[in-house]
């Protein structure tokens, strides 16, 4: 649908007003129409394309259909009567051609509002590792390097709010740490990192050199990190245990932090490294079980959960924690292949944490 501007046309724009207030939650109709010259609609739906997910990916098998907005995006964006460019904010990218990987990245680099890029990785690319010298004002940047995130074709249209995806870097993580750092400052203004990796550690969390300096190059914009392991067996022969504790010390404005391990006691160690000036507001840690004991031998696992929240609980007794607002604890009822000597005994750990509600705290307990 294509509305001529009201100087070649007969119908009122109050008509063409209403029509499109009509429209206006017709995501799929609004998406073919909007592109259209919109300087004389006085009240544009720009909001609508806030966020969109442009996608070009080519099935085989006769139930899969091939799926390509891209080349149409491009046709539309160049069109001197576009309108939409500066109204997109997040943008989900699945696109298997190189050549047109760049020239969409190109066109949204013309969007001064778009700070979030969730980047599907369908296709073994490198791509994505210079798109932050176009997009320079990114600010929420997202890796899925899995082609299973795009699982139906009829929620490829739009996307009401861009979700950060679930995702796991194997053996190359270090490697895509040591390469944020050779980025230019000015491209490494991030506020919130989410990575979770493949490790086989029983203690500490491996190789953690690399995201120490990362993490100390974005120091002071920083505000939300999330960073955690998912054990794999068959990356138990490429991970050492032996690594430095994870360094929050430069993290100046953390406000939110989430662990994801095994081994609490690395947990203790990353905590133990926050200033006492810290503004930090909540906290999740998530402590999962060790799975090992079963195909590694010189892995056994001799934790006791008691033992390790009795030790967690007087580091955040400290003062650098007395700002935390919110509490998450995600406990298994077991950590490895000991048991706590008794029900009691892990109640005697929380209750050291109950103390805490005396501050207003929130604490939620998942066991």
């Given at each position: 649908m294509a509305i001529a501007p009201p100087n070649i046309s007969n119908t009122p724009t109050e008509v063409l007003e209403k029509v499109l207030d009509f429209l206006q939650n017709d995501r799929a109709s609004l998406y073919s129409a909007s592109f259209v010259n919109r300087n004389w609609i006085y009240a544009p739906r720009r909001h609508l394309f806030g966020q969109i997910i442009i996608i070009e990916i080519y099935r085989r098998g006769r139930l899969l259909k091939d799926v390509d907005n891209a080349r149409p995006f491009l046709e539309l964006t160049c069109s001197q009567h576009s309108t939409i460019l500066p109204a997109i904010q997040g943008v989900v990218l699945a696109v298997t051609t190189t050549k047109l990987i760049e020239e969409v990245i190109e066109v949204l680099s013309l969007s001064k509002a778009l700070t979030?890029?969730?980047?599907?990785?369908?296709?073994?690319?490198?791509?994505i590792f210079w798109t932050s010298h176009y997009l320079s004002d990114i600010r929420d940047l997202a890796f899925d390097l899995t082609s299973s995130a795009v699982t139906d074709d009829a929620c490829l249209t739009f996307y009401?709010?861009?979700?950060?995806?679930?995702?796991?870097?194997?053996?190359?993580?270090?490697?895509?740490?040591?390469?944020?750092?050779?980025?230019?400052?000015?491209?490494?203004?991030?506020?919130?990192?989410?990575?979770?990796?493949?490790?086989?550690?029983?203690?500490?969390?491996?190789?953690?050199?690399?995201?120490?300096?990362?993490?100390?190059?974005?120091?002071?914009?920083?505000?939300?990190?999330?960073?955690?392991?998912?054990?794999?067996?068959?990356?138990?022969?490429k991970s050492l245990d032996e690594g430095p504790p994870v360094d929050l010390n430069a993290l100046v404005n953390l406000r939110s932090v989430t662990f994801r391990t095994h081994d609490?006691?690395?947990?203790?160690?990353?905590?133990?490294?926050?200033?006492?000036?810290?503004?930090?507001?909540?906290?999740?840690?998530?402590?999962?079980?060790?799975?090992?004991?079963?195909?590694?031998?010189?892995?056994?696992?001799?934790?006791?959960?008691?033992?390790?929240?009795?030790?967690?609980?007087?580091?955040?007794?400290?003062?650098?924690?007395?700002?935390?607002?919110?509490?998450?604890?995600?406990?298994?009822?077991?950590?490895?292949?000991?048991?706590?000597?008794?029900?009691?005994?892990?109640?005697?750990?929380?209750?050291?944490?109950?103390?805490?509600?005396?501050?207003?705290?929130?604490?939620?307990v998942h066991v």
């Open positions: 979030r890029l969730t980047y599907i990785n369908i296709i073994p690319s490198n791509l009401r709010i861009i979700s950060r995806p679930t995702y796991t870097l194997g053996a190359d993580c270090e490697e895509v740490l040591k390469w944020l750092q050779t980025l230019d400052g000015i491209h490494l203004a991030l506020e919130t990192f989410d990575l979770r990796i493949h490790r086989s550690c029983h203690s500490s969390w491996g190789l953690s050199d690399s995201l120490n300096a990362f993490l100390g190059q974005i120091s002071h914009t920083l505000q939300d990190l999330s960073w955690g392991i998912d054990y794999d067996v068959d990356l138990a022969e609490l006691n690395a947990v203790c160690d990353a905590l133990q490294s926050i200033k006492l000036s810290s503004s930090l507001e909540a906290m999740t840690i998530h402590a999962i079980p060790w799975g090992f004991d079963k195909f590694i031998k010189d892995k056994q696992c001799h934790c006791i959960l008691h033992a390790r929240l009795t030790k967690l609980a007087s580091i955040l007794d400290g003062k650098q924690f007395t700002g935390i607002k919110h509490l998450e604890l995600r406990l298994p009822g077991k950590l490895g292949m000991v048991f706590a000597a008794a029900e009691l005994e892990m109640i005697t750990a929380l209750e050291q944490w109950m103390k805490w509600n005396e501050r207003g705290i929130q604490i939620i």
